[in-house]
């Protein structure tokens, strides 16, 4: 793994990049962090898909606010210092923003040596933002993943089952089970939303997961939710970067 900086249209990203475990492999991955930023629990994951033979990349979305953290995900959002400012940073960091970021993103994977098929995997504030990322690059981005992704059916323009039209990548979500901010009745509007649009798609609940259940950092942590959630995750990957 390596720090990359990547030029955009509104300052520097910074990144991490993690080359593939095959020296010919061309397929890439952009990994859309959660709301407790780039760390070293992230990096890991990012490790696990890179040795499975895609170039990944893990860019600070919220690079627009300068230095922050490292935060603890078992208890930044409780803390009276950091709940406020991470609120800050997902409240000012919109949609658009990250949408527009992504084309840089995909310019850094094809100059670090992932010219082949691109997908997203997004948790958190991320899988959102991983699925915006392929309605706004659809001619780029073939393959799109959330797990326990928030808003994604919302009322709000920005939601992706309001923007589900442009998608033309296949689409994986996975959903917890006791989710607040992806409720059933969001993952049925979803659900609808890409049918009509006719996105290839899977959305799959994982019962007795909690919002969090993959991240190994995170309070809601599930070692066998989290397995799961790779085999899923990693199969989906394939099927659609491998072919």
Known sequence: MRDIEIRTKDGTAKAAFVPPASP??????????DAFGPRASLYTMAERLAGQGYAVLVPDLFYRFGAYGPFDAK???????TGPQIRKMLAETTQE???CDSGAFLDALHENGATGP??????????ARALNAAGAWPDRIV???????????????????????SIKARVYVGSAEVDNSFPPAQSARLAEALRTDGVDHIIENYAGMQHGWCVPDHRAYDEKGAERHWRRLLEFLADTLDG
């Open 143 to 165: 393959a799109a993943a959330s797990f326990h992704g928030g808003n994604l059916a919302s009322d709000a323009p920005d939601s992706p089952a309001n923007r589900a039209a």
């Open 118 to 127: 691109i997908g997203a995997v997004g948790y958190c504030m991320g899988g």
């Open 24 to 33: 010919t492999a061309r397929a890439g991955v952009i990994f859309y962090m």
């Open 97 to 99: 923003m990250t949408m």
């Open 75 to 81: 208890t930044a959002f409780a803390n009276e210092v």
